[in-house]
């Protein structure tokens, strides 16, 4: 009754089946462990959080490179501000307002890249008038060091007016200073008046963001594929062999069933059953 198993048809299904099944086991597995990586990372960075907060900020030359584990820890830095190039990064958004960051570049005492600084952030429309000036004279500034923004973080697609930057990195920024500039920035949370200090950002792909649940997802996804294949590997064996009883029954179909090779009657019994019953008289 069982023998369908064994024709090239069902050989392929089976092996579609055992391969189908545990690679869509294994890719949720890796989707929920994503998941749980990101529920982890989150919980430290929290945790790590409240310990710089209480913590006393370190030099920024102990803190780079910028990693996951640098990341949101508060750093400090000596130098002058570069007040011949003050630049805005229009079209940010701090507390669902609508403004701009406030951003100047720190040239450090000794020499080396400068760092760019969010020194704050006002609502409203980027407006240099609005901003006070960066402090002249040598400065210490203490501020959350941030990992470089990228195309996709601007606010302000396209071009935009000179003095104005899309997003906080180097990339941009070395078409307009004439000298090296930090792959790093950090925001200051204790600004000059008017200016409201920016909170300080996780890095992408790390912390319970859409992307965190865009992982969760696919998990189901991938173990509804599972058990979708389970159910349709059933379905089909089910109706193959309910179809291999009835003709083991002399039951067979009529229509495109009749020519799946099973056995049909004899032409004598298709007479024999055709026989009126005055003939056979």
Same mark, same amino acid.
């Given at each position: 009754?069982?023998?369908?198993?064994?024709?090239?048809?069902?050989?392929?299904?089976?092996?579609?089946?055992?391969?189908?099944?545990?690679?869509?086991? *294994?890719?949720?597995?890796?989707?929920?462990?994503?998941?749980?990586?990101?529920? !982890?990372?989150?919980?430290?960075?929290?945790?790590?959080? %409240?310990?710089?907060?209480?913590?006393?900020?370190? +030099?920024?030359?102990?803190?780079?490179?910028?990693?996951? =584990?640098?990341?949101?820890?508060?750093? /400090?830095? /000596?130098?002058?501000?570069?007040?011949?190039?003050?630049?805005?990064?229009?079209?940010?958004?701090? $507390?669902?307002?609508?403004?701009?960051?406030?951003?100047? *570049?720190?040239? #450090?005492?000794?020499?080396?890249?400068? *760092?760019?600084?969010?020194?704050?952030?006002?609502?409203?429309?980027?407006?240099?008038?609005?901003?006070?000036?960066? +402090?002249?004279? $040598? @400065?210490?500034?203490?501020?959350?060091?941030?990992?470089?923004?990228?195309?996709?973080?601007?606010?302000?697609?396209?071009? &935009?007016? !000179?003095?104005?930057?899309?997003?906080?990195?180097?990339?941009?920024?070395?078409?307009?200073?004439?000298?090296?500039?930090?792959?790093?920035?950090? /925001? $200051?949370?204790?600004?000059?008046?008017? &200016?409201?200090?920016?909170? #300080?950002?996780? #890095?992408?792909?790390?912390?319970?963001?859409?992307?965190?649940?865009?992982?969760? %997802?696919?998990?189901?996804?991938?173990?509804?594929?599972?058990?979708?294949? @389970?159910?349709?590997?059933?379905?089909?064996?089910?109706? $193959?062999?309910? /179809?291999?009883?009835?003709?083991?029954?002399?039951?067979?179909?009529?229509?495109? =069933?009749?020519?799946?090779? &099973? #056995?049909?009657?004899?032409?004598?019994?298709?007479?024999?059953?055709?026989?009126?019953?005055?003939?056979?008289?």
């Amino acid at each position: 009754m069982y023998r369908f198993l064994l024709t090239p048809r069902w050989w392929a299904i089976n092996l579609f089946a055992l391969v189908a099944i545990p690679v869509c086991v *294994l890719m949720g597995s890796w989707q929920l462990s994503r998941f749980d990586d990101r529920v !982890e990372r989150h919980q430290e960075q929290r945790e790590q959080s %409240g310990a710089e907060a209480r913590a006393e900020a370190r +030099p920024l030359r102990e803190l780079l490179p910028v990693t996951q =584990e640098t990341v949101g820890r508060t750093a /400090t830095v /000596t130098g002058r501000f570069d007040a011949a190039h003050p630049l805005l990064v229009p079209d940010r958004t701090v $507390e669902e307002k609508r403004g701009f960051y406030v951003l100047s *570049l720190l040239r #450090p005492d000794g020499g080396g890249k400068a *760092l760019p600084v969010v020194r704050g952030w006002l609502p409203g429309a980027a407006d240099p008038d609005r901003v006070p000036a960066a +402090p002249e004279g $040598e @400065v210490t500034v203490t501020g959350v060091l941030q990992a470089p923004e990228s195309q996709h973080d601007a606010g302000a697609p396209g071009a &935009l007016p !000179e003095g104005q930057l899309g997003f906080v990195s180097a990339a941009p920024l070395v078409n307009v200073v004439p000298y090296g500039v930090r792959d790093a920035w950090i /925001t $200051e949370q204790h600004t000059q008046r008017p &200016l409201r200090p920016v909170p #300080p950002v996780a #890095p992408d792909n790390t912390g319970l963001d859409m992307k965190a649940f865009q992982n969760l %997802g696919y998990t189901a996804q991938w173990f509804v594929f599972a058990g979708f294949v @389970v159910f349709m590997w059933f379905r089909f064996f089910r109706r $193959e062999a309910e /179809t291999a009883a009835d003709a083991a029954l002399g039951l067979t179909p009529d229509g495109p =069933e009749a020519d799946a090779g &099973l #056995p049909r009657p004899s032409a004598e019994d298709d007479a024999t059953r055709s026989r009126s019953p005055a003939g056979s008289a």
